[in-house]
Structures are given as structure tokens and as C-alpha cells.
């Protein structure tokens, strides 16, 4: 009897790349191997690599080399958007056996087969062949109380800084019909969350039906079950007046919008080539708010893009200041080989761009507990998801508008939506009381 082959996987990156795991792990199991943790000894590693940042880059080798030194004999495949954009840099990685780019993970496991029987090989595809939505089906979730169904792929902004399009080609979307049967199957098997990703979201768009974004969440909100909805990144062009009146009145829509900022500049943002204002941002922000109170707005913001001098960063600071968001993913700029901005004069220096980071940080935390003190001795409903780390006999999980929440419950409430009273706020965390 032959013996049961083993496979471990790595992911990072973006919440597409969690997706994207998933179903490449059910094609595993589907040819009978037996899923193991990526610190253990394994016949496959598979990493689905990151390409957005040169540490995305960094990140991936190590991660390839890292699991090389655990089984020297394993076929090691690096799979995603550093294989994609660099193919021959992941191939000289040590130990690695198989590079495999964007839109040909749906064949990674006879790819890894051949790999194991005739060494190295490099399946990439070019950005304009990247044309159509990759099926990778997600049938169930491990280790996860929120389901993540990957919707649309690509990207055609072409950000100065941003090599994404030419990681993940151009825009293209999955048939909606496809979509509704993920989150049927998701919602049989108890899941009560569905976050939709894409890397250009609202981007989404049915070729057949001509469904967009929002065609698409009212779909889903009809399926028993389900009883949420997150968003991925969007666009503040995206949030008008008819996004707006939607989600006010589309009651399993999370009241959390991720829209995307990189800088409260603009002139940093026209640098940027990004299709909006300032002005812009604030006039989206400010109507949701006023649509939705209690509304959790979050973003990711840039510091020391090139020629990002001191009165405009100071800008930017006091626009975030001004959004109060939840919560910024805070990054510094990184020149990205391949991209318009790496060759641009005016380059921040290192310094420059820590101390920068730094203050928006510290800004980032101050309008984090702002908002979490605005709900102090109110009544929430959180989803649970797991015990808290160091903390036996708590648990922890999210309020519909993004708060984390610990509680002193048994695990038995994981993967359930209750009631809880937040009272304090506990770091990045707010203390919840469940509610009789």
C-alpha cells in the first residue's frame, strides 16, 4: 500500500492569497494527501508568495528556504505574485522545485507531481494571458469562523508604486452564479460570516448578467444562514449615493468599509496616479457616516513616498487625524523594481520615513481607542473565533463594525454570533461582558 503523501501550506499576504490556500488545499486532498501544519516534516510545501512590497519579497524567500531546511528532500513550490513577477529570482531560491504564477494554481497539484518526478519547473504565464477568472473553488474553511470567497482578480489602475497589475493581470470577475453556490455551501456548513475579496473589488462585475458589486451582496444577503458581509479594500470613488442607501438599508452588510487612502495629500496622491482627491475621500467618508453612525472606516496609509516633503506629509497626517479612522494599516514607501515611482527623484530618506511611520502610528492608536470609547456600555454582537492567545477561559472575536472583543466564555461559543456588553478597553482589544 502506497504511503499517504503529505502537504503544508504557507500564505502571505492579502485575504485573496487566504482564499486562493484554501482552495488549493481541498485540490490536495482531493488526490489524497493528508494536510499538515508547515512546521512539520512534509513530501510538499506550497507558498503562496507576496509581491506588493520588496519585504513581501524578502518574506517569501525565507519562508521558501525556511521550510527547504525542514525536509531537504521536499518538493518546495513557490506559488502567487513574487513567482509570478519573478520567476527566476523565486527559482534560485535553495531547495525550491516548482514556480507556479497567477492563474495556474487550479493544476498545482500535477504540477507538484511532475516536479517530484523530473525537478525544477518554472509555469508562468505573461500579464495579458492572465484573461480570465481562475475557478480554484473553496469547499469548506480550516481553523476559520469567517468564510473568504474570492469574487474578482486583477487590477487596471496602475498605481506608480504598485506592481499588482502586473502580478495579477487585468480585472476579471467570477460568474455570480458561481459566487451564490460558494456561499450556499459555506452557510449548510455553519458559517455565519462571508468576507468577499478581489484585488481590485469593485471591480466586480458579472460578464453574463452585468451584475455588479452590489447585485452581487443582495444576492447573498438572501441565503439563510448568512449573517454577514464584509467588504474587502474599496475604492472611495466606489461609495456614492447609491452604495450609500444600499448598505444603510442592507441589514447583514458589516457596517466596516476598508477604503483605501495611501495619503491625505494631493499632491502625494497625483504623484501616486491615484483617481481621487482628498476632497474626495472626506465627501465619501463624511456621507456614510451620516448614513451609518456607528460606521467603522479603516484604510491603509503610505508614508515617504518620493518627493513626499514635511508640509505634505503633515497634510496627510491631519487628514487621518480628521477621518478618525478605526484602524490604518500604517507602510513605508519601498521602491518597487518594475514600477514608475523606483525611478522617480526625491527619494525619502530611511530615517525620514521611520520617523514618519512613527507618527502616524501613534495618531493610528489615538483615533483606534477614540473610537472603541464610543462604545463603551453599549450592547454589541460579536462573532466569536477563537480562544485569546495567554488567556485560558477567554475568547475572542468582532462586532460587525471591526472591534475586537475578548470575553470570558468557553470555547463552545466559537463560531457563534452573541450578545456582549463592551465595558473597557483591554489595548487593541475592548473587554466584553456577555449579555443573559
Not at 530618506?349 to 489615538?366: D, N, T, Y
Amino acid at each position: 500500500m502506497a504511503k499517504e503523501k503529505s502537504v503544508a501550506f504557507i500564505t502571505l499576504g492579502c485575504k485573496v492569497n487566504i482564499a486562493e490556500t484554501e482552495g488549493m488545499k481541498r485540490l490536495f486532498e482531493k488526490a489524497g494527501y493528508r494536510i499538515v501544519d508547515s512546521d512539520e516534516f512534509a513530501d510538499v510545501y506550497v507558498i503562496n508568495t507576496c509581491t506588493v512590497t520588496n519585504m513581501g519579497d524578502r518574506k517569501s524567500r525565507q519562508m521558501l528556504r525556511r521550510v527547504h531546511a525542514i525536509n531537504p528532500e521536499a518538493v518546495v513550490a513557490a506559488v502567487g505574485c513574487f513567482a509570478q513577477v519573478s520567476p527566476e529570482e523565486a527559482a534560485k531560491v535553495e531547495g525550491v522545485s516548482l514556480v507556479v504564477g497567477n492563474n495556474m494554481k487550479h493544476e498545482i497539484v500535477s504540477l507538484v507531481e511532475q516536479a517530484a518526478g523530473s525537478g525544477k519547473g518554472i509555469y508562468v504565464r505573461g500579464r495579458q494571458q492572465l484573461d480570465e477568472f481562475e475557478e480554484l473553488p473553496v469547499e469548506t474553511y480550516t481553523g476559520h469562523t469567517r468564510a473568504f470567497i474570492k469574487v474578482q482578480d486583477g487590477c487596471d489602475n496602475f498605481c506608480a508604486y504598485c506592481i499588482i497589475p502586473y502580478a495579477r493581470g487585468p480585472v476579471r470577475s467570477r460568474k455570480m452564479e458561481d459566487v451564490i453556490k460558494e456561499a450556499v455551501n459555506f452557510s449548510r456548513q455553519g458559517f455565519k460570516e462571508i468576507v468577499l475579496t478581489g484585488i481590485h473589488l469593485t471591480s466586480f462585475r458579472d460578464n453574463g448578467t452585468g451584475a455588479d458589486l452590489i447585485d452581487l451582496i443582495g444576492e447573498i444577503s438572501r441565503i439563510d444562514g448568512i449573517e454577514r458581509i464584509r467588504l474587502g479594500s474599496l475604492d472611495p470613488v466606489y461609495i456614492t449615493p447609491r452604495v450609500i442607501e444600499f448598505a444603510k438599508n442592507t441589514t447583514k452588510l458589516c457596517p466596516h468599509f476598508h477604503i483605501s487612502l495611501q495619503s491625505g495629500s494631493a499632491a502625494t496622491l497625483k504623484r501616486m496616479n491615484r483617481k481621487y482627491t482628498p476632497d474626495d475621500y472626506r465627501r465619501a467618508v463624511n456621507a456614510l457616516r451620516e448614513a451609518i453612525p456607528d460606521a467603522a472606516i479603516t484604510t491603509d496609509v503610505m508614508v515617504g513616498f518620493p518627493g513626499e516633503t514635511r508640509q505634505e506629509f503633515e497634510e496627510s497626517l491631519a487628514f487621518c487625524d480628521e477621518m478618525e479612522f478605526l484602524w490604518a494599516h500604517v507602510f513605508k514607501y519601498s521602491p518597487r523594481k518594475g514600477t514608475p515611482a523606483a525611478r522617480f527623484k526625491d527619494q525619502v530618506s530611511p530615517g525620514g520615513k521611520e520617523e514618519r511611520s512613527r507618527a502616524m502610528i501613534a495618531l493610528a492608536e489615538k483615533n483606534r481607542e477614540k473610537f472603541y470609547r464610543r462604545f463603551i456600555g453599549t450592547q454589541q454582537e460579536v462573532l466569536f473565533e477563537q480562544p485569546v492567545p495567554g488567556s485560558p477561559g477567554s475568547v475572542e472575536g468582532l462586532t460587525a463594525n471591526y472591534i475586537p472583543v475578548e470575553a470570558e466564555l468557553d470555547e463552545s461559543v466559537i463560531g457563534k454570533i452573541l450578545p456582549v456588553r463592551l465595558v473597557d478597553i483591554r489595548g487593541e482589544r475592548m473587554k466584553g461582558v456577555p449579555e443573559d
